[in-house]
């Protein structure tokens, strides 16, 4: 564990993020960050974790801090995959533009993905991780849209695993020509906290309509307010006021 705030003994980021990259392999250790607040902090913290095969998380108060250290201990230090991938083979006929959300710093070479040495992001017990990609298809397209594959080690024994892939088409009604397209108020919950969450980061960073068809700002802020109503979360209804004090803002 590390709050990534050098102090004593060898200070120096690089020999130490030389020395986690060797003997994560070596020993299998899992490095779990928590956040303070700091930016050198939080900046060596998030390529601790990318060396150390871990992950970081941010504890701001006494509760949060509880709930971490107490409650979900197990999931933030056990892994049941290491060096995860995911690969997503969009079809060139039905898909005219797509953009993965996000994740940028975590891109892997597609000629890397079946390369076991280079390495890929862990996922612990209970934990799910989703990836969204805005996607424009062609004209009246209709059929195959895309190819999902996911890779990963087993934590023990490091062996490879792979799961089929999964063939995503598109979806149309009958006797209709035109493709159809998923608003985002006609979405499962999950999708639309995950896609509202997704488009105000990339909002916030390259500005409206940078995504295919992506909502306004104040759009986003009517999705955010409806969703803290229909799911009473604290979590979603700071999102909400985050959305509001952004477009104020901006």
Known sequence: MSDALAN??????????????????????????????SD??????????DKGDGHTVYVSDED??????????PRNIDL????AKAQVAFDPETVEEFR??????????????RDDRVDGGEVGPGRTVTALYAVRTEPGARGH??????????????????????????????????PRRLRLESASRGLRIA?????????????DHDLPDAP?????????????????????????EAIDTANRMM
């Open 145 to 178: 849209l895309a190819t999902a594959t996911v890779r990963w080690l087993d934590p023990e024994t490091r062996r490879p695993a792979t799961r089929d892939p999964r063939p995503a088409r598109g979806d149309r009604r009958p006797g209709d020509r035109r």
């Open 100 to 113: 993965l959300i996000g994740y940028d710093n975590r891109r892997v070479a597609d000629e890397d993905f």
């Open 216 to 240: 306004r700002r104040d759009e986003l802020a009517d999705h955010a307010d409806d969703l803290a109503d229909s799911t009473e979360s604290e979590e979603i209804r700071g999102l909400a």
């Open 195 to 207: 896609a509202t969450t997704a488009y105000f980061a990339d909002a916030l960073g390259h500005g």
């Open 40 to 49: 050198y902090g939080d900046a060596l913290m998030e390529r601790l974790a």
């Open 8 to 37: 004593t003994g060898d200070t120096d980021a690089d020999s130490i993020l030389e020395r986690i990259s060797g003997e994560r392999r070596e020993h299998g250790i899992t490095l779990f960050g928590v956040g303070v607040g």
């Open 64 to 73: 949060e801090a509880r709930e971490v250290f107490s409650e979900q201990l």
């Open 80 to 83: 049941t995959a290491r060096d």
